[in-house]
């Protein structure tokens, strides 16, 4: 299994570009969900999904957009970058709802928006 | 909204030395979730509480919850290069379990 794939690894993009980042799980998961990572500032959420067809908005869901077709699939768009949103994108995903259950990572997306 | 502060930001040990490291919520948590990134990779589960007053360990890693679970602890006894990344605790909105908030996380590093 390849766990959760995230792509690209890299990403620049100028100001007002738009750009999709993709997430896909192998392990059948319910759960999905974006954060970004900034120094100092933890991880925060963006938008989450507990199943497809159904999502959710997280902590800093504004200049994001997301859905779920599928199960396996969970692509975040951004639909006109700024630069305040240069930062480290990690989607996760987990087996079920609920907090029971640990998050699985994919490897991130560095994104900079110039 | 909850806040989940996690305390100290940085903490610098010479190999051997113990480690610890702290989180606090503002509202009482259901459990609690602990996670180790390396430098440059991405964050992976370490363990979760979910008792009060619960306290699990793993090898040389302690983890604790607190007595009200608005707070707790991860220690690390003698602590080796390989222990080197930065630890975040995270728990569920009391209204929302499906929204995990983090804190901000502690970056620990080993001078061998």
């Known amino acids: 299994n390849a766990g959760v794939t995230q792509t690209p690894k890299f990403q620049v993009l100028k100001t007002g570009q738009s750009m999709t980042l993709q997430c896909a799980q192998d392990?059948?998961?319910?759960?999905m969900s974006w954060y970004r990572q900034d120094p100092g500032m933890g991880l925060r959420l963006i938008h989450y999904s507990v199943g497809a067809g159904i999502t959710d908005q997280g902590e800093v869901p504004n200049g994001y957009n997301v859905s779920r077709s599928t199960t396996e699939d969970f692509p975040l768009r951004l639909l006109s970058a700024a630069p305040s949103q240069t930062s480290v994108y990690f989607c996760?995903?987990?087996?079920?709802?609920?907090?029971?259950?640990?998050?699985?990572f994919g490897n991130g997306t560095r994104l900079t928006v110039t | 909204g909850q806040q989940v502060m996690q305390i100290p930001q940085y903490q610098h040990v010479q190999e051997g030395e113990d480690f610890t490291t702290y989180c606090n919520s503002s509202?009482?948590?259901?459990?609690i979730q602990w996670y180790k990134q390396r430098p440059g990779g991405h964050p992976v589960f370490l363990i979760q509480l979910v008792k009060s007053g619960e306290v699990k360990k793993q090898k040389r890693l302690t983890f604790q919850f607190g007595e009200a679970k608005k707070n707790s602890s991860l220690h690390i006894t003698a602590t080796q290069t390989t222990d080197v990344g930065t630890y975040f605790c995270?728990?569920?909105?009391?209204?929302?379990?499906?929204?995990?908030?983090f804190g901000a996380g502690t970056r620990l590093t080993v001078k061998p």
């Open positions: 996760a995903s987990r087996i079920g709802q609920g907090a029971g259950s640990p998050l699985h």
């Open positions: 392990m059948n998961h319910e759960y």
């Open positions: 509202t009482t948590l259901s459990n």
């Open positions: 995270a728990g569920p909105m009391p209204a929302n379990n499906n929204d995990m908030r």
